[in-house]
Structure formats: C-alpha cells, structure tokens
C-alpha cells in the first residue's frame, strides 16, 4: 500500500511526464515548420519516451494498488526560431522534471518504502542521461555557431535517432 503522500506525488509525476510528451509533440510539429526535420524527428521520439515513462509510473501505482489520476493537458506554445533556443527549452525542462524526480525519490527514503525507491531508482539514472545528452547537443549546438551549412548537417543528424 502507498502513503498517500506518496501516490499523490506519484500522480503528479503521471501527469508531468505525459505534459512533458506533449510539449514534445507540439516542439516537435514546430520545428516542422521551421524545416528543422531532423530535430523535428528528435522532438517526436522524445515525446514516444516521455509517453512511456506515464505508463511506467501508472504500471507502479496499479502494481502496488493505487489509483490513478488523469488531469487536462494545457502546454505552453513556444514560439522559439532557432534549435539552441529549442534545445535550450528542453534542458530547462528537464532540470525541472529531475527535481521533480528527486522529490520522489527523497519522500520515499524519507518514508522508509524501500520498493518504491528502488523503483524511482529508474528515473533518477534517466534524467542524468537526458540532461547529459541535452547538453551534449547544445555544446555541438554552440560549437556550429552562425555556419548554416553545419547546422543543416546537425539537423540531418538528429533524424537518425
Ligand atoms: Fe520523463 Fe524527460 O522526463
């Protein structure tokens, strides 16, 4: 049984990860538009993982026979021009989610629920890997500068992931 403490921040957490999958889709369909098809590319996978870490975390609570709590969805329309900008959004972003995540992870040591610490152990090692591989393409990002030949190139490359 989950402290109730816990399942609400649990249910938070459902709801941020399928914001975050969202605001990935709609990055994603702008970045269409701008022509950045690779990160557009990029952007739409991301939202895929964002939507998997929902269901991970609403697989726990049913495992461990709590209840689920959907809310509406609102995202913020970023009206970015550039990928540095994109890509700079999303680190944000993400260094949220992972205080978000090691809020959790506290309240459950805190709370002495060993089962749901081993759980979140999961998403403490993602978000180091996805602020880490954020910060990998900015630095590329910085590096490319003003060359557009490059940028296109770094754009093509992200189609492949
Ligand atoms: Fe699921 Fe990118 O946080």
Known sequence: MLNEKL??????????????????????NHLHELSFYGASNWFKKQ?????????KLMDYIHQ???????????????KFQTLKEAFEITLKHEQYVTSLIHDLFALA???KDYRSEVFLTWFVNEQSEEESSVNTLLEKI??????KNLLLKFDSELASR
């Open 142 to 147: 910085n590096l490319i500068g003003d060359c």
């Open 47 to 55: 939202a895929s993982e964002e939507f998997e870490h929902a269901t």
């Open 64 to 78: 461990e026979n709590g209840k689920v709590h959907l809310e509406a969805i609102k995202v913020e329309q970023f």
């Open 7 to 28: 399942l609400n921040l649990l249910n938070q957490q459902v709801n941020k990860e399928l914001y975050s999958s969202y605001l990935y889709f709609t990055m994603s």
């Open 109 to 111: 040591r805190e709370l």
